[in-house]
């Protein structure tokens, strides 16, 4: 009976250690498709021009207030000849 139980203890620890590297290899496998060379690039863009995307950011905002104040400006024309 005590050679059973030594037994499960050991085959439960093999099997905890293959699900784990199995694990692993998973996650590296799904970082890895991005690739060394694309990180690089990126990171390199963002070296480049390190406000790109709060400058797209408040290109949209500028956009979106210039629209409102045309539409707010139209329609106080409309009242005032209406």
Known sequence: MDS?????????????????????ALSFLRTRGKGQIFLFR????????PWKEEDEALSELRKRVAHLESNEHDERQDHETG
């Open 4 to 24: 059973n139980g030594g037994l499960l203890v050991v085959i439960g620890v093999i099997t905890l250690v293959i699900l784990f590297n199995v694990g692993i």
């Open 42 to 49: 990126d990171s390199l863009q963002k070296l480049v021009n």
